[in-house]
């Protein structure tokens, strides 16, 4: 009976130490593994949204005409359309397939004075129309603008053909002197006033003339299918004698000018400005 009680007992120490080595080489297993380091998350840095001047009507288009996503944030929706005797509203699909700016356009601005030039430096102004002019067809886009708290948005499209508020006169005579070589050369004053910056020093703006039979070797590229212009507050009349047209390429920001006056019932051009070269 002794020799079963030892027995019993031996094997049940022996049960104990073997669970305690196994417990032992488990937590050395453990201990000497090599822990699981978890990859970073890559952090993907999202684009910050271009910075808009609400302040400068010109840096708000730019970015209104070539962004169609940021078009259509800032566009009243859906947006009033009357063409012409058509009351329309155009949803969001309907608006954001329309382009505002085609590739290789030139925003243009008349003016019948040369103190209005300086008016798209005005940043007090809370409303403003962009139009564009269809050469061929002599019809008129005209986008009304509103800058509601500080924003600038776009509030309604008409769609007409010109009448005498929109420098009619003058527009028609643009649309066959920019199509027309032999027109063009024919209504340029010779000789012709030529505004340009001084090539040995340019800080400083010199005024000369040109012949007119050298005009075609000085223009600048300008518009053939379509014009623009931007209201700004200038006070535009169909029977003013004079008329500045203001061309701004958007690619590089350069801008020149053209005057026209009205001689004898028939618009010459009389003065060129090109400061940006």
Not at 127 to 132: N, R, V
Not at 170 to 198: E, G, K, M
Request: proline residues 4%; contains cysteine; aromatic residues 14%.
């Amino acid at each position: 009976m002794t020799l079963l009680i030892y027995a019993m007992l031996m094997a049940g120490c022996s049960s104990r130490v073997k669970k305690i080595e196994e417990t032992f080489e488990r937590l050395a297993d453990e201990f000497i593994e090599e822990p699981e380091v978890e990859e970073p998350e890559e952090i993907v840095e999202e684009e910050p949204e271009p910075v808009v001047k609400d302040a400068n009507f010109d840096d708000f288009l730019y970015s209104f005409a070539s962004d169609q996503s940021f078009r259509l944030k800032r566009t009243k929706l859906p947006l009033p359309c009357y063409k012409y005797n058509e009351s329309l509203r155009l949803d969001e699909n309907e608006w954001g397939e329309k382009d505002l700016f085609n590739e290789g356009d030139t925003f243009t601005q008349i003016y019948d004075k040369e103190d209005d030039l300086e008016l798209d430096s005005d940043t007090t102004l809370n409303s403003i129309q962009f139009e564009w002019i269809t050469l061929s067809s002599m019809e008129v886009e005209k986008y009304y603008f509103e800058r509601l708290n500080g924003i600038w948005m776009l509030e309604a499209l008409n769609i007409r053909g010109i009448d005498e508020n929109d420098n009619y006169d003058f527009v028609h005579f643009y649309q066959q002197f920019a199509n027309d070589s032999t027109f063009q050369q024919q209504h340029v004053h010779d000789p012709l006033t030529y505004i340009t910056v001084d090539p040995e020093n340019e800080f400083t703006i010199v005024e000369s003339f040109i012949d007119a039979d050298q005009w075609l070797a000085f223009r600048p590229d300008i518009p053939t299918v379509r014009l623009s212009n931007i209201y700004y507050g200038q006070q535009n009349s169909n029977t003013s004698v004079r008329k500045i047209l203001r061309f701004t390429n958007l690619e590089d920001g350069f801008s020149s000018v053209l005057y026209f006056r009205k001689v004898r019932d028939d618009w010459e051009l009389y003065k060129f400005e090109d400061t940006s070269v």
